[in-house]
T-cell receptor, first 110, second 115 residues
Framework: TQLLEQSPQFLSIQEGENLTVYCNSSSVFSSLQWYRQEPGEGPVLLVTVVTGGEVKKLKRLTFQFGDARKDSSLHITAAQPGDTGLYLC??????????FGKGTRLSVIA | GAVVSQHPSRVICKSGTSVKIECRSLDFQATTMFWYRQFPKQSLMLMATSNEGSKATYEQGVEKDKFLINHASLTLSTLTVTSAHPEDSSFYIC???????????FGPGTRLTVL
């Protein structure tokens, strides 16, 4: 059972545009992680957010954790073709295994 | 950072044969390893959790007799797909956590194609 909803599922944009993807749950996260996965490879951790309202930046990527710790967003500024990939949010609770959202498949066209 | 490897990276086999996939933690002791499966254009779905020296815990709907998991050492877990069928074709990804279990480190995945 998928506990995390991600939107949009697919996104195709031109190079230089900005975009936001969302991750939502009906339950509270103890922490949430964002991953990026390229075809034929394992997911790579981008960031972990723990505190409600937390904002973290990674170059052109801005991650925000909702105040109630039930949602998160990833904003990419001036997208580049190298940003193309599958973006996954994952819920972490203690030592239990990660539960992944369905992912947002991003395609950035040059 | 911690490194997890998988072998092979891709395998093609005939229907009815068994395939073994290895997952190794290269620079840390993995007390817990996880196996995920990812079908095309879908997300990662947890198949099972294994702790070193004990039986794996399988998620609902995953056949334990078909997907045999062995975690015999702190650096190696294996997943054996027995009597593979075309519907088992998928991308299999392992991850591992060390003592404390705070961070999962992912392997690069194994692409299984069953003809």
């Amino acid at each position: 059972t998928q506990l995390l909803e991600q939107s949009p599922q697919f996104l195709s944009i031109q190079e230089g545009e900005n975009l936001t993807v969302y991750c939502n749950s009906s339950s509270v996260f103890s922490s949430l992680q964002w991953y990026r996965q390229e075809p034929g490879e394992g997911p790579v951790l981008l960031v972990t957010v723990v505190t409600g309202g937390e904002v973290k930046k990674l170059k052109r990527l801005t991650f925000q954790f909702g105040d109630a710790r039930k949602d998160s967003s990833l904003h990419i500024t001036a997208a580049q073709p190298g940003d193309t990939g599958l973006y996954l949010c994952a819920k972490k609770s203690g030592n239990t295994p990660l539960v992944f959202g369905k992912g947002t498949r991003l395609s950035v066209i040059a | 950072g911690a490194v997890v490897s998988q072998h092979p990276s891709r395998v093609i086999c005939k229907s009815g044969t068994s395939v073994k996939i290895e997952c190794r933690s290269l620079d840390f002791q993995a007390t817990t390893m996880f196996w995920y499966r990812q079908f095309p254009k879908q997300s990662l779905m947890l198949m099972a959790t294994s702790n070193e020296g004990s039986k794996a815990t399988y998620e609902q709907g995953v056949e334990k007799d078909k997907f045999l998991i062995n975690h015999a050492s702190l650096t190696l877990s294996t997943l054996t797909v027995t009597s593979a069928h075309p519907e088992d074709s998928s991308f299999y990804i392992c991850s591992a956590t060390g003592e404390g279990g705070d961070t999962q480190y992912f392997g690069p995945g194994t692409r299984l194609t069953v003809l």
